[in-house]
């Protein structure tokens, strides 16, 4: 059953867990990412994104000044905050990453998403500057990458592997079209479709087009959202090409210039480009392009028709969730290629797990459900957002984490060159900065990830607070929705429409729940199918469903193939992860085995002004001897004494300095 995600107009937060989240990004992420492009954050890395579509946007003016750009300008630069002078920077030159304009991008997205939610004029202004500025920097025939505009434009398009304009495209695509519905003003939205325009005329199956395909993915679901909101039939096409064209050989990146040998054999797992992705069944490479390749075969597959790529998608999905998911939703066991390891190779000390891979497991997720309502792609949803996503985020919204490990020794993070990717405290920016403003357009977006919709069905994936408006025959259904989650499980849904529409309310069960409880007015008939409760019937208003998903403190163990793990377990309690921290329990937490057949306790704790729930387990720790001498001794049998452990939610760890973390504890 297709269906789609609900617009955030018709979705009104109310007082929660995922309003106090939004709020943060309004009021603090998305003004302090503004300095961060704009590089007036005191000590952060500089981003220079907005400093280098400045510089283009002066280059461009100079052309039209000269008569050698636009004959009928269609955007003037008019120098918004003038560079500052900076001898190490001059402003005739690019700086950063070739993919730096894709944070604008991101950022410009959160900002829609914030306005639609929370209309605020001086913010949307301030969208407005910014959107002047990058509409400024783009070349006459559409064009749009300030890496090229500012170094020349004669490479463009020749080293699709490794440089990012199909990538940059993508984001800036997903920016213009969420912008475009927040304000319903077209100008990014135009400057898109010039350059989706553009690159249409330079790929595509017809003789004489360019046969590549992005080197780093996303360019194919932002294609089939410019679709979905222009109509035009092209947009999917491409994006469809671009799928279709992955993997084919002779490779076409042969044909460019790259200095390493092409031995034989499949090669470019790294960019999912190894093979055909028809003939793809294992998750492989670099785990933020492969889950946004995923998520663009995933839309293709459910617009066309296209059963065979549906097949590819939900192969890739087993291989990803049963054989290289962290227990916290993180993606992606290894730092060298930021990449998936092979299955069950999941450490917890060098694990990679980044924020933006699992924001893009999200996106894969939805695209999932559209097609295919199932609470199991939910259900990944669910954990990804609750633990490795909100990790990501430091609870004042003021510093990130790029990569989210499972287990922190500080020392080893300063001293081992093997561990140097894993920070043991959030840092303000990064020169790499794609997770930031990814954290923050996946907040200001929960809402369309928590309820979508068909025909004459509202689905709750994620048990969100707020009141949700379906359109329904011309009819106006409305559901007010208050929600315990994630601290307990207690949700009630109130119908507020007009009576008699016929609508369908489907509501996830969460495979967390190994039981329970639902209250539904008689008049109501209900249905399960595939991890969801269907209620139909005559909603009257003020009908009210009551649902309890218990919440107990669980444990659980890995797979025997995950090694790493062997003799340890997790603890967690509704969607969320828990954790042990040194802030709690001292210093040395390895020396402790938690006893899972003992009662547990549960309590709070204040962290950076917040008062999060604990779960306190009965443990032993090692008592400590010193040998007579010499590293190693003879053995001995070891001795313990009674202990406890404070287990906090994983996402808010790291919120007290530097300190151990474990996420997986000895039993």
Known sequence: MDNTPISLRNFKATDGFWKNQMELVRKEVIPYEWDMLNDRVEGATPSFCMRNFRIAGKLMAEKREKGSAFEEPLYTFRGFEALPEDPEHPEDKFYGFVFQDSDFSKWIEAVAYSLMNHPDDELERTADEAIDIVCAAQHESGYLDTYYIINGMDKIF??????????????????????????????LLDACIRFADYIDSCFGSDEGKCKGYPGHEIAEMALVRLYEVTGEKRYLDLARFFVDERGKQPYYWDNEEHPEEKTPGERYQYNQAHRPVRDQDEAVGHAVRAVYLYSGMADVARLTGDEELWNACCRLWDSTVREKLYITGGIGGTHIGEAFSFPFDLPNDTAYAETCASIGLIFWARRMLEKEVHAKYADVMELALYNTVLSGMNLDGKSFFYVNPLEVLPEACHKDERKFHVKPVRQKWFGCACCPPNIARMIS?????????????????????????????????????????????????????????????????????????????????????????????????????SFEFPM??????????????????????????????????????????????????????????????????????????????????????????????????????ANRGENEMMVWLRK
Request: aromatic residues 12%; contains cysteine; glycine residues 10%.
């Open 158 to 187: 020749t080293n699709l592997r490794d440089y990012h304009e199909l990538y940059c495209f993508g984001h800036l695509t997903e920016g213009a079209v969420a912008y475009y519905q927040a304000t319903g003003k077209r100008k």
């Open 552 to 653: 107990i403190p669980r444990f659980f163990q890995a797979d025997d193939r995950v090694r790493e793990n062997i003799g340890k377990v997790a603890v967690a309690k509704g969607p969320v992860v828990y954790c042990a921290e040194e802030a709690d329990n001292g210093a040395n937490l390895h020396l402790h085995r938690v006893l899972p057949g003992e009662p547990v306790s549960e309590g709070t704790v204040t962290i950076a002004g917040q008062t999060f729930p604990t779960i306190v387990v009965k443990a032993e720790k090692k008592v400590q001897k010193t040998p007579a001498e010499g590293l190693y001794h003879e053995y001995q049998p070891e001795e313990y004494e009674a202990a406890e452990l404070t287990l906090i939610p994983y996402y808010a760890w």
């Open 445 to 545: 977006s929960v809402p369309a990830y928590a309820y979508t919709e068909s025909e004459d069905t509202l689905f709750m994936h994620l048990h969100m607070a707020g009141t949700v408006t379906k359109q329904v025959n011309g009819s106006e259904a409305v559901f007010a929705v208050e929600s315990g989650f994630p601290w307990n499980g207690k949700v009630t849904v109130t119908y507020e429409g007009e009576a008699g529409v016929p609508v369908k309310l489907a509501v996830r069960i969460p495979g967390w729940c190994s039981g329970r409880k639902i209250q539904v007015p008689e008049h109501l008939s209900g249905s399960e199918a595939n991890g969801y409760l269907y209620l139909e019937g005559t909603w009257q208003k003020g009908d009210t469903v």
